[in-house]
Every structure is written in C-alpha cells, then in structure tokens.
C-alpha cells in the first residue's frame, strides 16, 4: 500500500453509493455512515420486505431509498459505485449489472465462492474498466499495516520463513448474527462453506500481501464439524496450511473459540512480529529476552476505513494493484479457499497450478 502525504480529507463531493443488499450484518457499518459529509447512500435494492422494515426502522430510512432489484435502483439513481452486502454466490450478479454501466463496485469478503465466478467477475472489471474490490476488516488495522512495512522493508525480522493467522469467534449463531445473515452463512453453496469461507479468507489475504501476491506452490486443509447440531450443512472449525518455496503460512479459522481473535505472527530468520490486535503490535528479536509491545497510530486519510479508501481510488489517488482490496490478490484468494475445499473434501495436498 502505496502512502500519499498530499490526500485531501476534504472530498469536493461526496461519493455516491448503493448499496446492493442488506442480508449480510456488516452493511450497518456504511448505514452509519449516513450523516457523514464523504459519502451519500443514494439507493438500496433489497426484496426481502421484512428486512427493508427492519433497516429503514433502525436508522430512520426513507420508503423513497429502497428498491425491489439492483437494476432498476442503477436505471434511476446512477451510483459512482455499488456496495455489495448480500451472499458471496450473488457478487457475480452485481458485477454483471454494474460493470457494463461503468459503476464501481466493492464486496464483503471473500470475493467469490469459485475460481470460475472469480474470473467471470475479473474479467467484467476489466472489459469495463471498472474497480473492483473486496473489503476485509483486517485492512484496516493499523497493526497489520505497520506489520507489512517491517516486513517489507526487512526491519526486524529479515525473510519470512513462517506465517499464521488465528481468526474466529464463538460462532455466528452464538453472537446472536440476523437469521438473513446466517441463512446464506451456514450454506454450503451461497458462501461456499462454513469457517473456512468466513474466517479462512482473512489469512489467505493477509498472507497473499505479505508474499508480494507470490500463490503458494500447495495447499493442505482439514476441517471440522465441532457442532453439528448447530452448523448442519458447513463445517465449524479449519485448519490451512500454504507451502510457499521458502515459508510455510497456517490458517486457523473457527467458529469454536472461546473468545473473537484476529491476530497475524511473523517469524522470520531474525525476529518475530505479532500484530496482537487492531492497534497492538508485539515484537521479539532473536537475541532479546523480552517482547516489545507496542501500540500504533490510527491510520491516516484515506487508509483509516473502506469507504475513505474506496472513493480515493474511485477517485484516482491510489491504485490499488497490489493493496489486500485489491482484484490481484483477491484472485489469488479464491483460488487458496477453492483448493483448501478439495484439500479437506479428499483428505490430500492440492497442488495449485495444475
């Protein structure tokens, strides 16, 4: 990710954003956007009639901002960009309206179910010429992003020799997710699996970056069905591990922890760096009897949150070629989750490549 000193917090208008979908959860975050000056929600297609009630009686929604379909929303509203919140099966329908009429779109991870969808959408972005991107919580943690700079610039911890990556919680039916979000979530066709979909993603994306979009060279994957009489039809509970030529990264995703944890560790030939949480950053290097921790600086504009960034790349003040939105290494993404899935469906090493 590509820093620039001369962004201007100050937008001349704000971006006009629809927002396809309200089934997934993480739409609140944008709805509460809603009285910011950067951003205008100009239309949200939805045809679940319950959940427009529920959304519009929430954040005092007017009748006049809903849409049945996403088609006609673009025929009457003309959106800069869409933001999808629906499940990760119908991401290809929202580039296949969007892409033709030039409107940008952004997605909740992961960015596809299958390699093949992936490549449909890919393609329609770039026929198109449009952005197409996908949104990780991670992302924006400062923790990480100071991470990636020590690591690419080998402060610390010289070569990377082994990456993990624990994401999880105690599950979405625990946490009390909506029943629209956790209808699509516990399928095994509209999200493509269960833990190792939800969770496994963020360390394929995590790791793809800090390999600088290297695929790894195999892929090996177990998972697990922990609670089945609460997750009848995906599995709870997996475990990935990426064989790069010189570093190994292992992916922990699970909806059986105790606790929600989003943690990334470095070892490297010299040191070792643990991105603990959003702002913690813990750090060892070989010779030290003691970790240092530290505590790290909020993001500054456009990097602190995904609709800052997304309306500065709309607007041409970052490219986002290699960044963990970005369409390269999301790719990349689809691809370790596809090969993941077969590696646990027939209980061996996937080769990617062949």
């Not at 991870?109 to 770039?126: C, F, G």
């Not at 960034?309 to 990349?332: C, M, Q, W």
């Amino acid at each position: 990710m590509v820093f620039k000193n001369n962004y201007s917090a100050k937008l001349k208008q704000p971006l006009k954003v629809a927002l396809a979908g309200l089934s997934h959860d993480h739409v609140e975050g944008v709805l509460e956007r809603l009285a910011q000056e950067d951003v205008l929600v100009v239309g949200i297609a939805e045809g679940n009639k319950e959940l427009v009630q529920r959304y519009r009686r929430s954040y005092q929604l007017p009748e006049s901002l809903f849409y049945k379909d996403l088609a006609t929303l673009l025929e009457y509203e003309k959106p800069d960009v869409v933001m999808a919140y629906n499940a990760i099966t119908e991401h290809m329908a929202v580039v296949e309206a969007c892409a033709p009429l030039g409107v940008h779109v952004m997605v909740e991870k992961p960015l596809a179910t299958t390699v093949k969808d992936a490549e449909r959408m890919a393609a329609l972005a770039r026929e198109h010429q449009i952005h197409l991107l996908t949104n990780y919580e991670t992302t924006w943690y400062p923790s990480n992003q100071e991470l990636y700079i020590m690591v690419s610039h080998h402060i610390a911890v010289g070569d990377i020799r082994k990456m993990v990556v624990h994401d999880g919680n105690i599950g979405p039916k625990e946490l009390g997710c909506s029943k629209e979000f956790l209808g699509w979530l516990t399928d095994p066709v509209k999200n493509g699996g269960g833990a190792i979909m939800d969770f496994g993603c963020y360390g394929a994306n995590l790791m793809t970056w800090l390999m600088q979009g290297q695929e790894p060279l195999a892929v090996m994957a177990v998972t697990r069905q922990l609670k089945p009489e609460v997750y009848t039809d995906v599995d709870d509970d997996a475990t990935i591990i990426l064989e790069y030529p010189q570093a190994t990264g292992i992916i922990e995703a699970s909806w059986n922890w105790p606790y929600n944890i989003k943690d990334l560790e470095i070892f490297g030939q010299t040191g070792y760096l643990q991105a603990v949480n959003s702002d913690t950053l813990r750090s060892r290097k070989g010779a030290d009897e003691d970790f240092t921790i530290d505590k790290i600086e909020p993001l500054a504009a456009p990097y602190q949150d995904y609709v800052s960034y997304f309306t500065a790349v709309v607007r041409g003040d970052i490219k986002p070629e290699h960044d963990l939105s970005s369409l390269k290494n999301n790719l990349t993404v689809v691809k370790i989750l596809e090969a993941a899935r077969e590696s646990a469906r027939k209980g061996k090493r996937v080769v990617l490549g062949k």
